[in-house]
């Protein structure tokens, strides 16, 4: 069985290379966008290939390890996308409890 990687890294090779936007402001609010678009995508596909593997273990196509290993690797996606809401809603706060 190939083990592939959840490729949640915010700073990734496909962003390296993003066209220039006019503002600078502009071009960070769209490559961060489209970043926190993209992982919430591919931990979206992480869960729906759970989900398929338990119909496919309950249909008695699929061994209880690789069942397991997928529902982990969807649980340990949804954890890590549940503590950067966490971390960016504190950033949010910090930044309008601030005095101007």
């Not at 890294?9 to 962003?15: M, V």
């Not at 600078?24 to 593997?53: C, M, R, Y």
């Not at 309950?58 to 690789?66: C, N, P, Q, S, T």
């Given at each position: 069985m190939?083990?592939?990687p959840l490729r949640l890294n915010p700073i990734s090779a496909g962003t390296l290379g993003a066209?220039?936007?006019?503002?600078p402001a502009g071009n960070a609010l769209?490559?961060?966008s489209g970043i926190l678009n993209n992982e919430i995508h591919q931990v979206d596909a992480v869960q729906k290939s759970a989900d398929t593997a338990v119909e496919k273990f309950i249909a008695g196509e699929l061994d209880i390890h690789?069942?397991?290993i997928e529902?982990?690797?969807a649980s340990v996606a949804m954890q890590l996308t549940v503590q950067l809401r966490?971390?960016?809603?504190e950033a949010y706060?910090?930044?309008m409890?601030?005095?101007v």
């Amino acid at each position: 069985m190939d083990i592939t990687p959840l490729r949640l890294n915010p700073i990734s090779a496909g962003t390296l290379g993003a066209p220039k936007a006019e503002s600078p402001a502009g071009n960070a609010l769209d490559t961060f966008s489209g970043i926190l678009n993209n992982e919430i995508h591919q931990v979206d596909a992480v869960q729906k290939s759970a989900d398929t593997a338990v119909e496919k273990f309950i249909a008695g196509e699929l061994d209880i390890h690789d069942v397991m290993i997928e529902v982990e690797k969807a649980s340990v996606a949804m954890q890590l996308t549940v503590q950067l809401r966490n971390k960016v809603m504190e950033a949010y706060q910090e930044v309008m409890r601030m005095q101007v």
